[in-house]
């Protein structure tokens, strides 16, 4: 493996540069928690929503673990790791930059049009857009975008061309803030009567009432367990992945029906019902984009 492709040689040569960084594995996806990590005790941050470096020596929770200290990248400790690693990422929001990731060439097209010109990355399926500045990560902010900032790490794919723009308003904009699950005491909305899924609206559907109903039911139930935080973000995802389900039916499938029930589970988790709504609508249009 030559110098500039090695993931630490990478990795040292963007932390001189002032960008946090981090080993990705096979899969291209960050390392597990080390033992450290177990019941929180991390800084109580099991899942890395708050702002703040991971204090363990070992790299783990992702974007957390990101570091431009080259004693540290080239410790002991962080030796195996690199053994197994197979590609470097970074930490947008560390390195006061956010990434606008476009995973479709629809998503491309959506940007070239809206978004002000800047540095740009190609990638698998899209291409990343580099501003400076830096802001709340969100993903599904509308079919195949994401906002990679704060707390979201980054694959480095080389640096791009371009001239970096200034992160605009319209970035920013689309980040919608997801509440959380009122504070104990006070009341949840009650949620309004929806449509259900049932056979009568999925005429078209190949598959059974009792499959339909079933991944159904447990993608409801991932929703309602997000009592603190990411509902929204789960709720795109079970959208996401039953509208793939039916890309080979010949419809109607009642995929309206079943969103109506999807963005019923997140509002009653405290999800505002509009970033609900649209969360739901982007993950089913993702899937029908990605099926065409």
């Known amino acids: 493996m030559s110098t500039a492709t090695n993931p630490l040689h990478v990795a040292l040569a963007l932390a001189a540069a002032g960008v946090p960084v981090l ?18 005790a991390c800084g109580g941050r099991p899942v890395m929503k708050a702002a703040g470096p991971c204090r363990c020596p070992a790299p783990c929770h992702a974007w957390a673990a990101a570091t431009t200290d080259p004693h540290v990248l080239a410790s002991p400790v962080w030796a195996p790791v690199w053994r197994e690693a197979v590609a470097v990422a970074y930490h947008p929001g560390g390195a006061g930059l956010t ?43 509308r079919p195949g975008v994401d906002i990679k900032s704060l707390t979201q790490y980054t694959r480095w794919l080389g640096p791009g061309t371009g001239r970096m723009a200034v992160l605009p308003s319209a970035v920013r904009a689309l980040v919608v803030k997801e509440e959380t699950t009122p504070a104990r005491g006070e009341v949840v909305s009650s949620v309004p009567e929806r449509a259900t899924w049932d056979r009568s609206v999925a005429t ?44 080979r039916c010949p419809g109607p499938c009642g995929l309206t029906a079943l969103g109506e029930e999807i963005t019923a589970a997140a509002v009653s988790v405290g999800v505002p019902e509009p970033y609900a709504r649209r969360a ?5 249009e993702t899937a029908v984009e990605r099926a065409t």
């Open 280 to 284: 739901v609508t982007n993950g089913l």
């Open 204 to 247: 078209g559907c190949r598959h059974n009432a009792r499959y339909v109903r079933t991944g159904l039911e447990r993608g409801l139930a991932l929703v309602r367990a997000r009592t603190e935080s990411g509902a929204g973000s789960q709720a795109f995802g079970v959208a996401r992945f039953l509208a793939a389900q039916h890309a």
């Open 23 to 40: 080993p990705l594995r096979r899969g291209k996806v960050p390392f597990g928690n080390c033992h450290s990590c177990k019941d929180g």
């Open 99 to 141: 990434v606008v990731d476009l995973d479709s060439a629809a998503a491309v097209a959506w940007a070239r049009e809206t978004l002000p010109a800047t540095r740009t990355v190609v990638t698998t399926r899209g291409e990343h857009w580099i501003y400076r500045g830096a802001m709340p990560s969100s993903n599904a902010v």
